[in-house]
């Protein structure tokens, strides 16, 4: 199975980045190969309405390799910082150049920083909305941090109680992603 892991911070040190580590070593140990996306490095364009709406392929290619990535993947895990009270712009950005059916049949994961415990749910809370105006599944365990819940000089992931939810989303994501693949057809 391969699941597309996106990094959504436009901050190369972010919180939402090291908890998304998590997430894909749990994934990688349970078989899974991952392709890490950080949007920074991506370099979108603006979006331009008229080529989005019409029916051939987006012109750019940095959009192109965005969609085919998405399309390659069994499965998705969103990672982001709150902003604002919601997901990032760099996030919502990307999101917004992909076809309206982009996660249909997939189970997505949902990853969110925030500057206290009690906010940072907000960028899952949002993004479950949109995961699934895309037709996508997020799965019911989502993982919200704080900076308080990071080994300040490790930068990993030190609260056990979201170390024990980091695998449980990724036993969601494996066992959701098996039971959504059609049946196999041995000729």
């Known amino acids: 199975m391969k699941a597309i892991c996106v990094a959504g911070s436009p901050n190369h040190l972010a919180w939402s980045r090291r908890l998304l580590r ?29 080529s989005y709406q019409s029916l051939d392929p987006y012109p750019d290619p940095v959009v192109q390799d965005w969609r085919n990535r998405v399309a390659a ?29 982009a996660f249909a049949g997939r189970a ?3 990853l969110s920083n925030g500057g206290a415990a009690r906010g940072a749910t907000l960028g899952c809370e949002h993004l479950r909305s949109v ?10 365990t989502q ?19 979201l170390i024990r939810r980091c695998g449980a989303l990724c036993d969601e994501l494996t066992q959701f992603t098996s039971a959504m693949r059609p049946p196999r057809t041995d000729a």
Do not use: I, M
Not at 28 to 37: I, K, M, N, S
Not at 134 to 139: A, E, M, T, Y
Not at 152 to 158: I, K, M, N, V
């Open 108 to 110: 997505v994961g949902l």
């Open 22 to 50: 998590e997430v894909t070593d749990g994934l990688a140990e349970r078989g899974w190969d991952t392709d890490v996306l950080d949007l920074r490095d991506l370099k979108l364009p603006l979006l331009d309405v008229q």
């Open 73 to 101: 993947a069994d499965a998705v895990v969103l990672s982001t910082p709150v902003h604002h009270a919601s997901y990032s712009g760099l996030l919502k950005c990307a999101l917004d150049f992909l076809v309206a059916d």
């Open 131 to 140: 995961v699934k105006a895309l037709g996508g599944w997020p799965v019911p």
């Open 143 to 161: 993982v919200a941090t704080c900076a308080q819940d990071f080994d300040a000089e490790t930068r990993t992931l030190s609260n056990r109680a």
